[in-house]
Each structure stands twice: as C-alpha cells, then as structure tokens.
C-alpha cells in the first residue's frame, strides 16, 4: 500500500512538474548600501511565448492571482511591492477579465534595511505563487523563489530608490479592489463564504467528536485515574502537576496531528482526490471499519503488542515532563479500539476535501479529546461529579459498534460504484442501513440480548429516546427502497437505477443526461442550438451525489437546465474514460476537484465555470443564467 502511494505521489509530481513555462530571478541594485537605507529589488520572470501568468491584482472568481513576498529577512525592517500596469481583457479559460503578463514582467521591492543590520553580504529571497496559463489550458499553481546577495557596508552612501511610472504599489491596488468588489457581482459565481462556514463547521464537528470520543470504555475510566496521578503526585506542588497535565494533553494532541500531518503528506497537494476516492483505499478504510465494527460488538478484542504497551508504560512512570507526554502517547495508543471508529471518518474526509484539514482537523479532534483531563486537573473537585462507570459505558460501545459497520457499508459501495462492479445497488445499501440503525435501537429498548443490558435493568427516559431516534431514522429510510429522494442522505447511498428517476416518476419524465459523452454531447448542441453543461463529477463523490439529488431538481434550477445539453464526466473511475475525463478537466481548468461545472458553447468556448457544492440556489441558479445569457447575446 505505501509503494501504492509513493508511486501515485510521483507519478503526479511528475506530471505536474514537467512544464514549467516561467523562470525567475532576483536583482539587488545597489549592491551595497548601509544599514537603515533603501535598495531596490527587482524580482524578474521571463514567460515562454504562448503562457502568460496573472497579476497580483486579478480579480478574483476565475484564475488564481499571483502572490509574492520577502522570506528570510534577516536583514529587511520591511518593504512595498509595486507591479507594472497588466493587460486586462477577457480570459477564453475563464470567460471574464482578466489581468495579465506576458513574455516578461519585472515585479519591484522597494526594501527597507534594518538600521541594526550587521555589516558583511546578506541574503534576501523573494518568493511567488502563480499560475500559468495559455488559451487553451492551465497549469496548477506553483511555488518559486530566488535569491540574491547584498553587501551592507556602514560607510557606503545611502541613494534614493525610485519606481518608474506606471507601477502601482499592490497592496493600495488590492485594498481598493476589494472596496470595489463588495457594490459589485462576480460574473463566474463563487462562494468563499460559505467554504470558510464548512471549513468551520468542519473543525466544530472534529471537536465534539473529539469530546464524544470521552464516553467510550476504553477512555472514560481512565479520566480519575489520569487526573489523580497529576494532582496527587507525592514530589512537587499543585502547579507542576498542572503543568505535566498539559505536557500529557500535548502528547495526545501530537499523535493525533502527527497522524493528520502524515495523512497530508501521503495524498500530497495533487493527490487528495484520487486518494480519497480510490477504491483501493476506500475497500481498506471499509476492512479495518468492519474489524472495528465487530471488535466493539465483543466478537474479540482489539490490543497493541504488550511489550510495546509495557516499555511505554515503564518509561512514562519516570515521571517529569518527558514522561508525561509519553504517558499521553500510550494512552492514546491504548484507547485507539475505541478511538478509531471515531478518528477514521474525520481523517478521510478531510482528506477528501484537502487543503490543511487532515492536520487541523485531527488536531481539532485531540484539543476536544484531551481537554476534559486538563480542565479536571485545574477544577479536581468536578471528579466527584462524573457519572460513575457502569453498563452505559458498554452501551455506548455496542451502539458504537452498529455506527461502524453501517459507516463500513458506506466505504464498500463508494469503492463498489468506482470499480462499476454494482456488487451493492442501492436497495441492498438501503437495506443495510436500515438494519444496521434498527438494531441499536432494539438494543437498546432490550429486545436484542447482548453485553451491556441486563434483564431487570430499569428503562431510562434518556436511553429510550436514543433508541427512538435510531429506530426513526432507520424507518426514515425505508421510502428510498421505492425510490422516493431522502434528501440530504442521497449523498452519501448509491444513485438511483435507470428505472426510475430520483423525482419518483418515470426516468422519461426527468432531463436527459449523457454519461461520459462529451463529444457526442457538443454535436448535439450545435444540432439543438443549445449550450452544454458539464458535470464534472464521480462515482464516490458525495458532494457531487448531493448536488444531483437535491440542487439539480429544484424548479429554479431544472427550469434552467432544460435550456442544456447535460453531460455527466466522471473522473474516479479506474478505466480509461475516467481517466480522459479528468484530463480534460485538468487540461481546460486547471483543476481536478469534483463537483466542477462548467457551460460550454458548441464550439468548446467556456461561458462560465462554478466549483465546488454549494447550498444557495439563487447563487447556482445566477451561474445557469450566465450560460442563456450568452446563448442570446449570439444570436443577437
């Protein structure tokens, strides 16, 4: 499996590294001037013919625009960028103006040298983020820096720096932008808005996970215990046995990073979407869900290797702080059985999603995990308040149990809908799910016999509302067995059969969409007059499953798309049409994340692009009027 990734890492580095149309370089004029003086730094790049990169100013809802700033300054107090004047017009990748560099551009430094600087050749580096495009395609962002030298020489004569007209100082340029663009409309709807509320919500759902994960039986018994060992400790005083109780939370907050971090390095900054919808990858996340899932339910015991446990243990009673994040670690390895079911979703979405989730993520979810134990070390009198450990802790495990293998199920058919073995349809997916959800609430009530309920226990007003809540969801599903939508869910199951339509009537009734046909799909918009629309999509998307189930229908929205040719494109397939189509993607956009929409005349001109899901229909419906938009404009 590790070669798997490795080779998947370099193979898309490879891919992604082998053009590289711009090169950089760095001048320092004077080359020597003394401390607390100006010299001026002239960060140049030189474009091969044909590419042409964006501005710092672009403005924003299509290309990404350049950054650039000063790294490693030792020896700069502070400086302002200037750029020279682009050329704005209308990007054919992205359908709207645009501002551009071509053949050279030479970005300015106006650099400041601190006045304490040390006499002798410093280094200064400059570094900038781009993308390149040409007319037909775009490469993905890159990072590069140069470097040059400067003497500073405290009797040297200070000169005065001077920017040639028609520069403009970027960070004035981009304060006025962004004042403009909040009375303006982007014409290439986005919402970043809305990105930043996920990402948030993301990080709030791994923090209460990580405090769920405190109700387990492997962790909750061991809260007085840890607490006491800090508080209680025979040499030093009540502060030092804080302080080695927030050494013992860093070292569960560490492992956990740790873990996201290697995540994030495994998928690397290209890999995100093949890993998180690989087959492969989601048919092993499955296996060791359903190892879980049956470890939970006592059908064994899940440990670590003893002597590791044991030399961990010996070496965390050492005491000091060393031993208390060691401490920290065997706990946390300790607890993994009942930890991971919890840890397993969390780490694999937000490698789906990418950016820097899998590590923020993970540490979220440790900062939740850990925070009860130093709260408790700084308030030791709440220990007398906790509920004492009893059945409802194995409760808590076998419901956890049930959780895990319909979560396994999940794994299963995303990697089934990839490989198009159609092992798993949608009514034997349904059908799990509503089995797997009745039985914790049957548990529950005490109708299933397993470990946890005894016969006389009393029926508690709390456990018989949890178990209602699992047995209404489960009957909540049973329409969907008849093909009736279920909403939000439909993400997350397979997508409806031929038969029948998602709406509930006949497949007839619904709008046509050709499958992986993109050629055919432009043929026959230039036969209906019509625009195309373009779905980016994939099989183990569930952004993308819940765009078809629940955007696409609405009647703004199917109102406006019956004006298309639509086309779906899969891209996490592993056959070679998958593949062509994530290609095109990467080649016309510059992207390979799904969902990605785009409208396209007949003739492959891009009218306008949206990525990404999103909830707010008008803003959806704003993206389709784009596209009748143009179709009337031409004919005018």
């Known amino acids: 499996m590790r070669r798997l990734f490795v080779g998947l890492f370099l193979a898309l580095v490879s891919l992604f590294g082998a053009q590289d149309p711009v090169q950089w370089t760095l001048t320092i004029e004077p080359a020597t001037a003394p401390p607390g003086s100006h010299v001026l730094a002239r960060f140049a790049a030189k474009i091969e013919p044909g590419w042409h990169l964006y501005s710092l100013t672009t403005p924003k809802g299509g290309p990404i625009p350049s950054t650039s700033s000063l790294a490693d300054r030792p020896v700069v107090s502070g400086f302002r960028l200037y750029q020279p004047k682009p050329e704005r017009k209308l990007d054919p990748n992205f ?68 920017i040639p007209p028609g520069y403009t100082d970027v960070q004035l340029a981009l304060a006025s932008s962004t004042a403009a663009a909040s009375t303006a409309a982007s014409p290439t709807p986005v919402a970043p808005a809305s990105q930043s509320s996920r990402f948030g919500l993301f990080l709030l759902t791994a923090f209460g996970a990580g405090l769920a994960a405190i109700f387990t039986p492997c962790v909750f018994p061991m809260i007085p215990f840890t607490v006491s060992y800090f508080i209680n400790r025979q040499t030093g005083n009540r502060r030092d046995g804080v302080l080695q109780a927030v050494v013992f939370c860093l070292g569960i907050v560490v492992l956990f990073t740790g873990l996201g971090v290697l995540m994030k390095t495994i998928a690397g900054p290209f890999g995100v979407v093949q890993l998180g919808n690989s087959p492969w990858v989601n048919g092993f996340i499955a296996l060791v869900f359903v190892i879980f899932g049956l470890s939970l339910l006592g059908a064994y015991e899940l440990t670590l290797p003893s002597g590791l446990l044991t030399k961990l243990n010996q ?62 070390a700084l308030f030791p009198s709440y220990l007398q308040k906790l509920p004492k450990s009893g059945g409802w802790l194995m409760r808590v495990k076998v419901v956890l149990g049930f959780v895990v293998l319909a979560i396994s199920i999940k794994y299963l058919s995303s990697a089934d809908q990839v490989l198009q073995t159609n092992l798993i349809s949608r009514e034997m997916f349904l059908a799990s799910w509503i089995v797997l959800f009745a039985l914790p609430g049957l548990y529950l009530l005490g109708f299933l016999r397993l470990e946890g309920i005894k016969p006389d226990d009393h029926l508690g007003i ?81 952004n ?93």
Not at 107 to 120: P, T
Request: hydrophobic share 45%; aromatic share 10%; glycine share 8%.
């Open 95 to 162: 359908q709207i103006d645009t501002e551009t560099f071509a053949d050279e551009v030479v970005l300015l430094y106006d650099v400041e040298l601190k006045k304490d600087a040390a006499a002798g050749p410093a280094d200064i580096t400059a570094q900038v983020r781009y993308q390149c495009c040409n007319d037909k395609s775009c490469l993905p962002p890159k990072r590069k820096s140069a470097s040059a030298t400067i003497t500073i020489d405290p009797s040297a004569k200070a000169q005065t720096i001077s």
């Open 315 to 376: 070496t965390s009673e050492r005491g000091g702080y060393f031993g208390a994040l060691l401490m920290g670690l065997t706990f946390t390895l300790t607890a993994f059985a009942c930890i991971g079911p919890i840890v397993g979703p969390l780490l694999v979405a937000s490698v789906q999603t990418g950016g820097a989730e899998p590590v923020l993520g993970m540490a979220s979810f440790a900062t939740g995990l850990a925070a009860p134990f130093f709260l408790l």
């Open 462 to 542: 709390g456990r018989m509302l949890i178990a209602a809540l699992f047995l209404i969801f489960s009957i909540s599903l049973l329409p969907g067995l008849f093909g009736s939508p279920l909403g939000n869910i439909e993400a997350f199951i397979p997508v409806q059969g031929k038969a029948v339509a998602l709406g509930g009537g006949a497949e007839s009734a619904g709008p046509v969409w050709l499958k992986n046909q993109y050629r055919e799909a432009l043929a026959k918009a230039k036969a209906e007059n019509k625009m195309v629309f373009v779905n980016f999509t994939g099989y183990a998307c569930t």
């Open 544 to 636: 993308c499953h819940w765009m078809k189930a629940n955007m696409f229908p609405r009647p703004e929205i199917a109102g406006l798309l019956k004006d298309f040719v639509l086309v779906d494109l899969y891209t996490d397939g592993t056959d070679s049409v998958s593949e062509q189509n994530q290609q095109l993607e990467e080649k016309r956009f510059g992207t390979v994340a799904i969902p990605f929409y785009a409208i396209l005349d007949p003739d492959e001109k891009v009218i306008a692009t949206y990525p990404n899901l999103t909830r707010n229909a008008q803003e959806f419906a704003s993206f389709l009027k784009s596209g009748t938009s143009a179709k009337l404009a031409s004919k005018i």
